[in-house]
């Protein structure tokens, strides 16, 4: 597994249960969507400035294993 997925989370409170920015509420297929319509890096960030670089490169690696046609062993949240 890539270590940027640490970073993304699949809480079912959470974007409907859809893989998100872990901490925050960026859907890693908005970020995709956005990158393929050639947003920069600096214009995602201004728009989330909650987020960070690895951030978007993690969304931009849990893309890529989901394209990989496998499940992907990601741990959601757990009620404390």
Do not use: F, N, W
């Not at 509420?25 to 990158?35: A, E, F, K, M, Q």
């Not at 987020?51 to 046609?69: K, L, P, Q, V």
């Amino acid at each position: 597994m890539h270590p940027l997925l640490k970073r993304i989370s699949i809480d079912p409170k959470v974007c409907i249960g859809k893989p998100c920015i872990r901490g925050t509420r960026p859907g890693v297929s908005l970020l995709l969507d956005r990158i393929a319509d050639r947003e920069t890096e600096a214009e995602l960030l201004a728009d989330y400035p909650q987020s960070s670089s690895d951030d978007i490169r993690a969304a931009i690696a849990c893309g890529a294993e989901m394209a990989c046609e496998r499940v992907i062993p990601i741990t959601p949240l757990l009620a404390a």
